[in-house]
């Protein structure tokens, strides 16, 4: 098989898939080719739509690929679905970022950081599919231990946890001009 249409069997089934594909189940597809094989056309795959000036691209998040809008195009695809843009309260943010950076742990844990009540937002999180109950803690009780799920690395843009940026990181962004950070001098 020519290359190109290899590359254009794996287009297609990153297009068709409902969920970020993985190169082990594109190589259940494609059986003859290796994952090293696929991992290379599916790089030239990313190249080509970054190096065309096309509305989509593919991006790697949550430990496969999918096809995604690019930001700058995100007004135009809010016209035509009538929606608004993911919105979380600062609480759900806060929650949210503790159980990325510290899971599995418990909502007893998540309130002891965040110092509030945190059952209605640990609700909220498990219906939204952001967060999922692990299993139980082995103490007294047998609590829930909740962790991040796929679609929190899908909604974030993230390719796995270890692309969370580190505390550092975000110290850097507090100390910089970013205006998301920008202390309120009035």
């Known amino acids: 098989m020519e290359r190109e249409d290899t590359k254009a069997i794996i287009e297609s089934l990153i297009f068709a898939s409902d969920s970020p594909l993985t190169i082990d189940k594109v190589k259940e597809v494609m059986e003859e080719m290796s994952k090293e094989e696929l991992k290379e056309l599916v790089g030239e795959l990313i190249e080509e739509y970054q190096n065309h000036k096309r509305g989509i691209f593919i991006r790697e998040v949550a430990y496969g690929y999918q096809f995604c809008t690019k930001p700058e195009q ?61 299993g139980r803690k082995d103490v007294v009780g047998r609590p829930f231990l909740y962790g991040t799920t796929p679609k929190f690395l899908e909604v974030f843009g993230l390719e796995n946890l270890a692309s969370l940026p580190t505390l550092e990181e975000i110290e850097q962004l507090k100390d910089s001009n970013f205006p998301l950070f920008k202390k309120d001098t009035e």
Not at 74 to 100: C, D, G, N, V
């Open 74 to 134: 995100a007004q135009w695809i809010q016209k035509l679905r009538r929606t608004k843009p993911y919105h979380l309260s600062q609480p759900t943010m806060e929650t949210l970022a503790i159980i990325a950076y510290k899971q599995p742990l418990t909502r007893v844990e998540v309130e002891e950081v965040r110092g509030v009540d945190c059952a209605g937002i640990l609700q909220s999180l498990l219906e939204k599919k952001l967060v999922t109950i692990l």
